[in-house]
């Protein structure tokens, strides 16, 4: 059984637009500044609790959370996505005690 932890924490700076569009999502306006922020949890329905601290955290728009497999995605800018997920990653290893891992860029 895994434990509380974030397994993957990881944003896509200046995606193609074809990405947004297999992934379903709204496709950014300014590509050079946009970004996809992709992150895993387990127990799952943390990513409940992830996307509000993202949504609190910055300017980012809510791509797909799902409460079964403890995905989320999430879109904005390079440095919204970031400072979404560094809160995330902050908030479940401190308020939370899970293990995290550290953030990833392509």
């Known amino acids: 059984v895994p434990g509380k932890q974030i397994t993957l924490a990881h944003i896509i700076a200046s995606p193609d637009k074809i990405l947004y569009e297999k992934l379903g999502l ?3 306006i300014d590509y050079a500044r946009a970004a996809i922020g992709i992150m895993t949890v387990s127990p799952a329905e943390t990513a409940i609790i992830m996307a509000d601290v993202a949504m609190k955290a910055a300017a980012i728009d ?3 959370v799902d409460r079964f497999s ?3 995605i999430i879109t904005g800018t390079v440095s919204e996505v970031e400072a979404s997920e560094t809160a995330i990653l902050d908030y479940v290893r401190e308020e939370l005690k899970y ?4 953030i990833t860029r392509t």
């Open 26 to 28: 709204n496709p950014a």
């Open 62 to 64: 809510l791509g797909f």
């Open 70 to 72: 403890g995905s989320l």
């Open 99 to 102: 293990t995290t891992c550290k």
